[in-house]
């Protein structure tokens, strides 16, 4: 005969189990989807949500009406804000193209010329 688990059993059950969290609020769907889908490539589960209230913007409160990328499980928002953050600070690089000469200027790591890219220092 089984029996039902205490009420501190299932409090435990509840606290081990991932819960979705929200990371941060995007100024548009674009950049959601572009910051959600950067987590999902480096393996932290995310997802846009209110990815349509700006469809209803003026009826609702201005801040609800942007979209939010949230992170599938809470353990992971710690992580996933250092990645974004790493993300939105490249560094600023000037470089020369070593297969057309082409400068390239900003935090890319790709030539906008050929497409070469930026090679590590040996
Ligand atoms: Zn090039």
């Known amino acids: 005969m089984t029996r039902a688990p205490a009420a501190r059993d299932r409090r435990f059950v509840a606290r081990s189990t991932p819960t979705m969290k929200r990371l941060l609020q995007a100024p548009n769907l674009a950049i959601a989807t572009l910051w959600a889908d950067q987590l999902t490539g480096a393996g932290i589960a995310a997802s846009v949500q209110r990815a349509f209230a700006c469809g209803i913007a003026g009826q609702i409160p201005p801040d609800q009406a942007l979209p ?53 220092p040996a």
Do not use: Y
């Open 68 to 120: 939010e990328v949230w992170v599938q499980d809470d353990g992971q928002h710690a992580r996933a804000t250092a990645l974004l953050h790493d993300l939105h600070h490249r560094p600023h690089r000037h470089w020369l193209c070593r297969c057309c000469g082409e400068a390239v200027d900003g935090p890319f790591e790709q030539c906008w010329n050929c497409g070469a890219l930026l090679q590590a």
